[in-house]
């Protein structure tokens, strides 16, 4: 299996400022078509996951500038740029290039 | 506007079966494959289990291979998870969300259900 780990654990930081996040695979996540299938979700209080960047670096729709995403082979970081309080929450890493499908243990975005 | 309804859970006794269901509107459901996925209270999240479209193909982790089933009626544009053999460490909100998929791959679970929580206790 595919293991995801990100960090770091828990993130504080000021509003305004610039978050950025972690999520290392075990494995290579470079699918046989060549592309690879590395997604990241914001779960906000008391909600279900919501996507927000998908295969890497794709914004999902609606979701704002502020966020993109770079990575490849095993190494992947989710950027943030001047935090919002709506930004806050659990970020979590999820690659669907392997089954099974795996997520990362989840980074806390906090307010310092 | 896409949305996604789990019900069914509740408590059951380790040893217990259980079913899911998640009702789907908003979109197309025949069209595309469903996932559940489900949080612990240590607020892990796992993936376990998938089905194709049409409901030919289904996946599992090996967590809940052979006591888990993943099933569909897109007449009633329905998914549904039939759980037995349940363990204490299944407890959990268990979530369903639609995946995109990329040229036949899977791309991304890209809407999720707000999650119907299953806790097995004696």
């Known amino acids: 299996d595919a293991v995801m780990t990100q960090t770091p654990l828990s993130l504080p930081v000021s509003l305004g400022d610039q978050a950025s996040i972690s999520c290392r695979s075990s494995?290579?996540?470079?699918?046989?078509?060549?592309?690879?299938?590395l997604n990241w979700y914001l779960q906000k209080p008391g909600q279900s996951p919501q996507l927000l960047i998908y295969r890497v670096s794709n914004r999902f729709s609606g979701v704002l500038d502020r966020f993109s995403g770079s990575g490849s082979g095993t190494d992947f970081t989710l950027k943030i740029s001047r935090v919002e309080a709506e930004d806050l929450g659990v970020y979590f890493c999820?690659?669907?290039?392997?089954?099974?499908?795996?997520f990362g243990g989840g980074t806390k975005l906090e307010i310092k | 506007e896409v949305q996604l309804v789990e019900s069914g859970g509740g408590l059951v006794k380790p040893g217990g079966s259980l079913k899911l269901s998640c009702a789907a509107s908003?979109?197309?459901?025949?069209?595309?494959?469903m996932s559940w996925v489900r949080q612990s209270p240590e607020k892990r999240l796992e993936w376990v289990a998938e089905?194709?479209?049409?409901?030919?193909?289904?996946y599992y982790p090996d967590t809940v291979t052979g006591r888990f089933t993943i099933s569909r009626d897109n007449a009633k544009n329905t998914l549904y998870l039939e759980m037995s053999s349940l363990r204490s460490e299944d407890t959990a909100m268990y979530y369903c969300a639609r995946e995109r998929r990329d040229d036949g791959y899977p791309l991304a679970m890209d809407y999720w259900g707000q999650g119907t929580s299953v806790t097995v206790s004696s």
């Open positions: 908003g979109f197309t459901f025949s069209s595309y494959a």
């Open positions: 494995q290579s996540l470079e699918n046989s078509n060549g592309n690879t299938y």
């Open positions: 999820l690659q669907v290039t392997h089954v099974p499908y795996t």
């Open positions: 089905i194709s479209s049409g409901g030919s193909y289904t």
